[in-house]
């Protein structure tokens, strides 16, 4: 029996949560497309997640802040990152996960 697309939806946070870590905050749903791929059925799952700025080790954030309102900076530089994830429909495994780039960009 297929994974249900829920199912295969929360593999494709799971995973995004495991690799990318504090990277995948703010996870949101943003596309699925059902296709085959090399003879297996698959959903191709798009998430978006927040963008945050960078640190150095130190914990210092590496885009410049405002001397007047840094955290108020910060959150204007935030950006959504889109990635799609490959997930087999009969087993509901995870088994690519790609930068999704718009036209323009």
């Known amino acids: 029996m297929p994974v249900p697309l829920k199912q295969?939806?929360?593999?494709?946070?799971?995973f995004a949560?495991?690799?990318?870590?504090?990277?995948?905050q703010?996870?949101?749903?943003?596309?699925v497309e059902s296709v085959d791929n090399n003879g297996a059925s698959v959903w191709l799952i798009t998430l978006s997640m927040i963008?945050?700025?960078?640190?150095?080790?130190?914990?210092?954030?590496?885009?410049?802040a405002t001397a007047?309102?840094?955290?108020?900076?910060?959150?204007?530089?935030r950006?959504?990152?889109y990635k799609t994830f490959?997930?087999?429909k009969d087993t509901g495994e995870v088994t690519a996960m790609k930068i999704r780039e718009f036209a323009g960009e």
């Open 51 to 64: 963008d945050y700025p960078r640190t150095d080790a130190l914990g210092s954030a590496l885009r410049p």
């Open 8 to 14: 295969a939806v929360a593999n494709a946070i799971e």
């Open 26 to 31: 703010d996870v949101q749903l943003e596309e």
């Open 17 to 24: 949560a495991g690799v990318l870590e504090n990277r995948a």
């Open 79 to 81: 950006r959504r990152d």
């Open 86 to 88: 490959t997930v087999r």
């Open 68 to 77: 007047a309102s840094p955290m108020l900076d910060a959150y204007r530089h």
